[in-house]
């Protein structure tokens, strides 16, 4: 792992477009290549807000604050431009694209990310590789993007997509919702291959449980509440929110 920042969230604050509602009231965070952090929080303290900011949301506004992402100002980017560059956030609700396959799907997105014409057979070829990767059956790619799937299968193909396009910064928002312990344990297997195999991925985990994290190793975890980081610290700081919840900072909010 490099000590040099990769990901550097300075002060940042955003609302919902158009409206007053404050989200993300100075969240300060920075990440190194190849290190994994999880964000644990109550509901809407603001963690899902702040993977969407960082891949150019467009129902969020940021008011105040800096984002760099190897050394550029991703604010200052169009989404497409952020994936371009090497962000990929894996959706809560991946949405349903009947009448697309999944191979068309991911073809169009790796055109997208590539400078040059896509051969059809390498295609082909990186698709089948990271299928077996992920122990995923080739007939998948031929389904429907999402369309018809259970909430396992549905994750089971960001991580796919993951696979493919090979993101240097792979936010994960809600990745274990929803889902049971087996599909959970092979969604968490095919993050760690990906890992294995790329070394210098950066991954941001959002996450309400503790659960995944016995499977995907964090190397920092971080508490959001109330729209800021309020703790970080190692893998003991999930473990402690598992038995003590959020009570103190509750508390806290409660007598102003």
């Keep these: 792992m490099s000590d040099t ?15 007053e509602l404050q ?5 300060d965070l920075e990440l190194k290549a190849g290190e994994i952090h999880a964000i644990m929080g109550p509901n809407g303290s603001g963690k899902s807000t702040l993977s969407k900011v960082l891949a150019g949301h467009p129902g969020y506004e940021v008011t105040e604050g800096e984002v760099h992402f190897q050394g550029e100002d991703i604010l200052e980017m169009e989404p ?11 959706f ?49 790619a031929e389904r429907p993007v999402n369309d018809g799937f259970s ?11 993951m696979a493919c396009l090979q993101p240097a910064l792979a936010l994960m928002d809600e990745t274990d919702s929803g889902l ?15 890992k294995e195999e790329n070394p ?8 309400h449980y503790q659960r995944l ?7 920092f975890v971080h508490v959001m509440f109330d729209g800021r980081i309020v703790e970080s610290g190692g893998p003991e700081v999930a473990l402690r929110l598992e038995q003590e919840g959020y009570r103190d900072w509750k508390e806290a909010e409660a007598a102003g």
């Design 200 to 207: 210098e991925m950066t991954v941001l985990l959002i996450t």
């Design 23 to 27: 989200i993300l009231k100075g969240v």
């Design 151 to 161: 909430g396992g299968e549905k994750k089971r193909n960001e991580i796919l997509q």
């Design 180 to 194: 049971d312990i087996d599909a959970l344990q092979i969604v968490a297997n095919g993050v760690n291959k990906l």
């Design 80 to 90: 497409d431009e952020r994936s371009q560059a090497g962000i990929f956030l894996a």
């Design 92 to 140: 809560q609700y991946p949405v349903e694209i009947p009448g697309v396959s999944i191979a068309n799907f991911l073809r169009t997105a790796l055109q997208a990310h590539s400078e040059e014409e896509l051969d059809l057979f390498d295609f082909q070829d990186l698709l089948l590789e990271k299928m077996e990767l992920l122990e995923m059956d080739p007939a998948f």
């Design 5 to 19: 920042p990769f990901l550097t969230i300075r002060n940042l604050h955003a609302s919902v477009a158009e409206e």
């Design 213 to 219: 994290l016995n499977y995907i190793k964090p190397d």
